[in-house]
T-cell receptor
Framework: DVKVTQSSRYLVKRTGEKVFLECVQDMDHENMFWYRQDPGLGLRLIYFSYDVKMKEKGDIPEGYSVSREKKERFSLILESASTNQTSMYLC????????????FGNGTRLTVT | GENVEQHPSTLSVQEGDSAVIKCTYSDSASNYFPWYKQELGKRPQLIIDIRSNVGEKKDQRIAVTLNKTAKHFSLHITETQPEDSAVYFCAASFYGGSQGNLIFGKGTKLSVKP
């Protein structure tokens, strides 16, 4: 069974801090994704990566960056956290982008105060 | 941009009744349509998916239908049970960039009353 692990379940950060959200998958998947989930807005794609050191912007990349130095690890970076980035962040991986199921992590609930 | 519309946003049914959730997509190139179930406090999990070369797919009490011409697809749950209560998300593949990804609907909160 595919396992996608997000390093933190809950995080509380202050405005202006640099925040790192880490995600690791154990199935050698090429593709990894970061989504943001807000009530009434569904799942919105922030960034995704289709190979090591390769990345592509999703629908809402502003204020975020990503890093993929190793195939199994995909990090989401909030350069300067703001209160409007308070949200649930979901990492996912898949064999192929857009043509195969996504396997999600448990999510990180980030609160920026 | 491309999007996926999902209706209704909330749905309440009596145990044993059927539930139907509908989605429409805008990208005619979309060819993969998964459905996810998210129970409270848990991760979204795939429950069924369909590809564009198939019009219908069933798995026990769950079925998905696809109308490519009209660009809409639906989730059908028969003989609903309280454990079906959850938020359901539809998604459609999108190939606007160099690589494909999935665009999600905004979700339907299904409540099954015993």
């Amino acid at each position: 069974d595919v396992k996608v692990t997000q390093s933190s379940r809950y995080l509380v950060k202050r405005t202006g801090e640099k925040v790192f959200l880490e995600c690791v998958q154990d199935m050698d998947h090429e593709n990894m994704f970061w989504y943001r989930q807000d009530p009434g807005l569904g799942l919105r794609l922030i960034y995704f990566s289709y190979d090591v050191k390769m990345k592509e912007k999703g629908d809402i990349p502003e204020g975020y960056s990503v890093s993929r130095e190793k195939k199994e690890r995909f990090s989401l970076i909030l350069e300067s956290a703001s209160t409007n980035q308070t949200s649930m962040y979901l990492c996912a991986s898949s064999v192929t982008g857009g043509r195969s199921p996504l396997h999600f992590g448990n999510g990180t609930r980030l609160t920026v105060t | 941009g491309e999007n996926v519309e999902q209706h209704p946003s909330t749905l309440s049914v009596q145990e044993g009744d059927s539930a139907v959730i509908k989605c429409t997509y805008s990208d005619s190139a979309s060819n993969y349509f998964p459905w996810y179930k998210q129970e409270l406090g848990k991760r979204p999990q795939l429950i069924i998916d369909i590809r564009s070369n198939v019009g219908e797919k069933k798995d026990q009490r769950i079925a998905v239908t696809l109308n490519k011409t009209a660009k809409h697809f639906s989730l059908h749950i028969t003989e609903t049970q309280p454990e079906d209560s959850a938020v359901y998300f539809c998604a459609a593949s999108f190939y606007g960039g160099s690589q494909g990804n999935l665009i999600f609907g905004k979700g339907t909160k299904l409540s099954v009353k015993p």
